[in-house]
């Protein structure tokens, strides 16, 4: 299997068809804090919500002193449109706050690290690294985990699995590219419900596990 070749063809479908995970870039960098900020806020969010939340958010606070500068009842505000906004703005608030404390300020560059922010896990911790630190790690999300086991690179059932299958199988210099490729792939052509297997670009080396018979 050309792995690398599969996953070009992703990520071009993908920008070509205009997926979301491409414009958040031009949001977040070169700043470490905004990556943080958007990968925690997007989960269980579509990245067009989260990137207009993000975009009022970092308006008026675009760093950890001027985040904890905004009242908690206007950061709920803000950031209401992607829901579960308490948790979320308790964790943006935790975050700033340790930042300061423990990090003069500055993102922390190693997962280890990352993972004592409030709110931030092995994903979001392996996104930030690869999104802020251009660090070959692999972020799965509900798209990674879903793209890498239909088309049979993997058997897995939990996204940390997927991560650890998916490091096993790709060879290091593809694993920065995997996420975005899939989450493109994922957001324009294999969507979790009807995806659109027969025009699919890959479809010819794709097993296809736990989808129907095409008609």
Known sequence: MDYAKVLSIMERVGRKLGAPVYSIGALVQPKPFRSVVFIMLSARSTDVRTYKV???LFAKADSPEELLKLEKKELIEIIRPIGFYNTKSKNLLGISKMLLEDFGGDVPSTREELMRLPGVGRKTANLVLNS???ANEIGVDVHVHKI?????????KTPEQTELALRELLPK????KCNLAMVGYGQTVCSTRNPKCKTCKIRGCCKRVGLPKLS
């Open 173 to 176: 210099r593809l694993w920065r």
């Open 148 to 156: 890498a086991n239909r088309l049979g690179w993997v058997k897995t």
């Open 132 to 134: 802020a630190f251009g």
């Open 54 to 56: 993000c975009e009022a």
